[in-house]
């Protein structure tokens, strides 16, 4: 596991080229799931797609909504099972705060997703660290608890957010 983060692209919606974002995500999905020999069908792929649409997390019915837009009707238990499919494969990750979901940008590497929440422009930015996993790791085994999930979320406002603001929007929380 190593460090990274996305603060750089996920909070700079305005002006970097998404496309490339959205490109550079489609074809690592496609490259991933032919090498673990499961198949990244249209609707999966076309999803996935739409949960790029931004770095701000989508919820189901939203992506239900855009899909229906393209493909007529869709029933709900399909988005579903696509959401299911992105995350089990480590495309996407679910932002439990907002029962939500953002493209993962580094599908290939192990990591447990931590996210930095904006509550302004709405991006959440993934931010992975692999001492702090070790800490909580290590802490919670300390106490004798065993980890079944770990979901790490941090709300606030981002850096051009905060640009915008005159007192840099710690006085409005
Ligand atoms: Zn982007
Ligand atoms: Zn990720
Ligand atoms: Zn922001």
Redesign the pocket.
């Known amino acids: 596991m190593k460090a990274f983060d996305t603060a750089e692209t996920s909070f700079d919606s305005h002006t970097h080229d998404h496309r490339r974002c959205v490109r550079s995500a489609l074809q690592t999905a496609e490259a991933l799931c032919q090498q673990h020999g499961v198949r990244l069908t249209a609707l999966r792929r076309r999803v996935l797609e739409l949960v790029w649409t931004s770095h701000c997390p989508v919820g189901a019915y939203d992506l239900l909504e855009m899909l229906s837009k393209d493909q007529g009707r869709v029933a709900p238990p399909t988005v579903y099972r696509a959401l299911e499919f992105l995350l089990a494969n480590g495309l996407i990750?679910r932002i439990e705060s907002r029962n939500a979901f953002v493209g993962?940008p580094?599908p290939q590497e192990a990591?447990a997703?931590h996210f930095l929440i904006c509550r302004v422009c709405g991006a959440a930015a993934?931010l992975s660290d692999p001492g702090i996993e070790a800490t909580l790791d290590q802490r919670a085994g300390e106490l004798g608890f065993f980890v079944e999930a770990k979901t790490v979320e941090l709300r606030g406002l981002c850096k051009g957010c905060r640009a915008r603001r005159p007192d840099g929007g710690e006085q409005s929380a």
């Open positions: 990750h993962c580094h990591h997703g993934e």
